[in-house]
Every structure is written in structure tokens, then in C-alpha cells.
């Protein structure tokens, strides 16, 4: 299995503050990455596939970068809806597998 | 636009068969673009894929739960389902069903609401 390793686990930012989470592949995955947002009691959503294609209706403070095996999710001005759980997922092999999250708080 | 409902009993005793079935609303579902998938998260915990099937049937399972699994589907109700059998307390956990994607790169593109299976005598 692909082993993808994010970091940090938490973070704290203020409103207005630039945000990038990490994501490492255990192997190279091209650019077959893909990143959620989970807010509590919700289901995970899909804000980028393909490490950097914005999906429809995706604010575009959020962008992302990569391939091979290191990657990144930017949010560029952190608003207060964006204090959630953020995943990352690769597509290149089966079993599909994710990170570990990291969760953004308000600091 | 493409819904998702899980629906299946919320408490199974250890050792017995947790079932799940996942309705389709939307035309994608005879689609040969999509796999139709099953992923469980733990409470406080990280996301596990546990499968996927296609509308022909074809199905591949999380290794780890091969040999508990059947992921199954019924083309004429839009529906597909998850059985996990001799479950214990680790299979607690948040069941979602999703939609895949296969292009550009595989994603989750719509899930369902998820539904908490807890297992306990």
C-alpha cells in the first residue's frame, strides 16, 4: 500500500493568515493526489484532484501543488468557514489511501 | 446532480454481519465512468477505503478486509451494498458511500451523509 503522510497534524492560524499543509507519497503517485476538507459531523468534500485542479465551486484562496511523492495544499487567506479537517488521498494505486488529516483550529 | 444515502441498522453485535446498502439518486449510476465505493472512518479517526464495485460488477477490496467483505449492486434500484462479516469493536466507525471519478485523477466527487455502525453486545 501507498503510505501518505501529511503534516502538520494541527495547526492554529487567525483569520486572514497563509496555511500550507503537507502531504508525502511512501512512493512516487505522479500527480494522482487529491485533498478533502471534513468539518464535524460532516462528510469529507473534494476541493482538488489531480494535485491542483480546483474543483467547481471551490473558493480560489485554496490551490495545490506537486507530484512524484511531496505535495501541498495553500490556502492563501484563511477565513473562519475553513477551520476544518483537511485530507489528503492518493488515486494511483489500490488500495486508495489517505493521510492521517491535519486540523486547522482557530487561533 | 448526484445524491447518496446510506441506510442500515446503526448497532450490530459482535461477531454477526454488518450490512449497508448506498441508493443512487441521478443518472450516473449505469455510468462505466464511475466506481461506486465504500470508505469508513473510526470516531476521531483517519478515512479507510474499504472498496469499490462498478455497475458491471467488478469489484476490488481493501486487502485488509478481503476476506470479510462482499461489496455487491442491484443496477435495477440504483443501489449497491457493503457486507462485512465476524465484526468486532474495531469495525466502529462512520460508513460512507461515494462516487469515484475515474478521470482526471480518481476522486470522491459526491458522498453520501455516512451513517455510524457501532458494534457491541
Known amino acids: 500500500d501507498v503510505q501518505m503522510t501529511q503534516s502538520p497534524s494541527s495547526l492554529s492560524a487567525s483569520v486572514g493568515d497563509r496555511v500550507t499543509i503537507t502531504c508525502r507519497a511512501s512512493q512516487s503517485i505522479s500527480n494522482y493526489l487529491n485533498w478533502y476538507q471534513q468539518k464535524p459531523g460532516k462528510a469529507p468534500k473534494l476541493l482538488i484532484n489531480?494535485?491542483?485542479s480546483l474543483q467547481s465551486g471551490v473558493p480560489s484562496r485554496f490551490s495545490g501543488s506537486g507530484s512524484g511523492t511531496d505535495f501541498t495544499l495553500t490556502i492563501s487567506s484563511l477565513q473562519p468557514e475553513d477551520f476544518a479537517t483537511y485530507f489528503c488521498q492518493q488515486s494511483w494505486s489500490t488500495p486508495k489511501t489517505f493521510g492521517q488529516g491535519t486540523k486547522v483550529e482557530i487561533k | 446532480q448526484v445524491q447518496l444515502q446510506e441506510s442500515g441498522p446503526g448497532l450490530v453485535k459482535p461477531s454477526q454481519t454488518l450490512s449497508l446498502t448506498c441508493t443512487v439518486s441521478?443518472?450516473?449510476?449505469?455510468?462505466?465512468?464511475?466506481?461506486w465505493i465504500w470508505i469508513r472512518q473510526p470516531p476521531g479517526k483517519g478515512l479507510q477505503w474499504i472498496g469499490h464495485i462498478h455497475f458491471s460488477g467488478a469489484t476490488y477490496y481493501n486487502p485488509s478486509l478481503k476476506s470479510r467483505l462482499t461489496i455487491s449492486v442491484d443496477t435495477s434500484r440504483n443501489q449497491f451494498s457493503l457486507k462485512l462479516t465476524s465484526v468486532t469493536a474495531a469495525d466502529t466507525a462512520v460508513y460512507y458511500c461515494?462516487?469515484?471519478?475515474?478521470?482526471?485523477?480518481?476522486?470522491?466527487?459526491?458522498w453520501g451523509q455516512g451513517t455510524l455502525v457501532t458494534v457491541s453486545s
Open positions: 489531480a494535485a491542483s
Open positions: 461515494a462516487r469515484e471519478a475515474m478521470v482526471p485523477a480518481a476522486s470522491f466527487d459526491y
Open positions: 441521478g443518472d450516473s449510476f449505469s455510468s462505466g465512468e464511475y466506481y
